[in-house]
C-alpha cells in the first residue's frame, strides 16, 4: 500500500505523513470497536471475539503511533514534508 506522497517503502519514514493510511485506520477503528461491543462483548473468550478485539487494538494502537508522529512532525520535528 503505497501513497502517491510517500517515495520510500521504508514503514517508519510513512509514520504520520502517509494521510491515506491514518484514514483508513481511523475508518477501521470507528467501524471495529462498535462492532465488538454491539456483537462480542457478552462472550469475550469466544476465538470470534478474541480476534476482532486484537484487530481493533492493532487498529487503534497504529493509527495512535500515526496522530502521536503527525504531532511531532507538525509541531516539534522538520519541516521537510512527503
Request: net charge positive; aromatic share 18%; glycine share 4%.
Amino acid at each position: 500500500m503505497r501513497c502517491t506522497q510517500c517515495e520510500e517503502s521504508i514503514f517508519r519514514q510513512k509514520l504520520g505523513r502517509c494521510y491515506r493510511c491514518m484514514a483508513q485506520l481511523a475508518l477501521l477503528s470507528v467501524v471495529g470497536w462498535p462492532l465488538w461491543f454491539h456483537l462480542f462483548v457478552d462472550n469475550a473468550t469466544d476465538v470470534k471475539s478474541i480476534a476482532l478485539l486484537f484487530f481493533c487494538c492493532a487498529f487503534s494502537g497504529l493509527l495512535a503511533v500515526h496522530l502521536f508522529m503527525w504531532l511531532y512532525y507538525r509541531y516539534i520535528g522538520s519541516n521537510e514534508r512527503h
